[in-house]
């Protein structure tokens, strides 16, 4: 800022930025201009990408604010999938009306789900939450004649008529990613959102506030599962289908896999390493055969190998740099 700048009083409109906020609208002004310079084809993968991610958001909040690990996820996609695409299939009614729906449903059910479990935690919450997601596909199936079964139901209505629908796919996709960040990074910083870590950190101390560790556990997986139904809801709508076999136990592992990747965090550019992880990874590999799950694997190791080592090396870097001072 020149001195004449400040001296009436003019501030730098990037001044006062964090590094990682002026990264994350970066990351979004390059989403928001990359379908002018890439092919259909991965428009919709990208679509599918930012869905993804929003997965990944779902179960990280999970764990950064809950400090408990989700492989039941799918449960709660499921139920915001099949609600878009139920009253988009029979009823007719596009998005903005299903989403609110959709999300409601996942809050319900996740606080559900909460409710009787409150006193499990550790591996046993986490094999209740693994049978949710093996009842799941056979719940849809079951009721074929409202999900449409095996088949499943095709996702059509547009949200704004007259625009190209793959372009809808994917900016609807990255509205609501953004959207979610955006959500989290406001909870972090509320009171309501402070609360919910120290009942995680220190339950005494919380309850001396008058927090209690099973009101914070409930809302916890209330919204984690609200941001899951979400998820789903979005998925089917950038995915353009909704079946059975997108909501499977491999599924739920999947979305903890993205969370691992992208190392639990809950900002864009990490939200958007797990969701490429599980959505631009497979597609790179698809033409490797028969290697594909052991390159994936060894792509998973590499990550989780990065993650662990680099804030030793970032470290280490940083202590010699202040030697050769």
Not at 133 to 143: D, F, Q, V
Request: charged share 10%; glycine share 12%; proline share 5%.
């Amino acid at each position: 800022m020149s001195d004449r700048t400040a001296s009436i009083g003019l501030r730098n409109p990037v001044q006062g930025i964090a590094p990682a906020e002026m990264l994350g609208y970066a990351v979004i002004a390059v989403l928001v201009c990359l379908p002018w310079f890439v092919g259909g084809s991965w428009v919709f993968a990208l679509g599918v990408c930012f869905a993804n991610a929003i997965g990944v958001l779902s179960v990280s909040m999970l764990v950064r604010y809950g400090g408990e690990v989700s492989i039941g996820h799918a449960f709660f996609a499921a139920i915001g999938a099949y609600c878009v695409a139920i009253l988009d299939t029979r009823y007719g009614l596009s998005l903005p009306v299903s989403l609110p729906l959709a999300v409601v449903l996942g809050v319900a059910s996740g606080v559900l789900f909460a409710w009787p479990s409150r006193r499990l935690s550790g591996i046993y919450l986490a094999v209740s939450t693994m049978a949710l997601a093996l009842a799941m596909p056979e719940l849809i199936n079951n009721l074929d004649s409202l999900t449409g079964g095996y088949e499943g139901l095709y996702v059509s209505q547009p949200v704004l008529p007259g625009v190209s629908m793959s372009y809808q796919r994917y900016y609807i996709a990255l509205l609501a990613l953004v959207a979610v960040t955006y959500a989290l990074a406001r909870l972090r910083q509320s009171r309501q959102g402070l609360a919910l870590l120290l009942a995680k950190s220190h339950p005494a101390a919380a309850d001396a506030f008058g927090t209690s560790r099973v009101w914070a556990r409930v809302s916890v997986m209330g919204i984690s599962g609200g941001i899951a139904a979400l998820y789903g809801a979005v998925l089917g709508f950038a995915g353009s289908t909704v079946s059975p076999s997108g909501f499977t136990l491999w599924s739920s592992i999947f979305l903890l896999v993205g969370s691992v990747v992208g190392f639990y965090g809950l900002t864009l550019p990490r939200a958007l390493v797990g969701g490429a992880f599980l959505t631009l990874v497979p597609q790179l590999l698809s033409a490797s055969g028969a290697w594909i799950p052991v390159l994936y694997g060894l792509a998973l190791l590499g990550m989780i190998l990065i993650g662990h080592y680099l804030p030793r090396i970032r470290e280490i870097a940083g202590h010699r740099k202040e030697a050769a001072r």
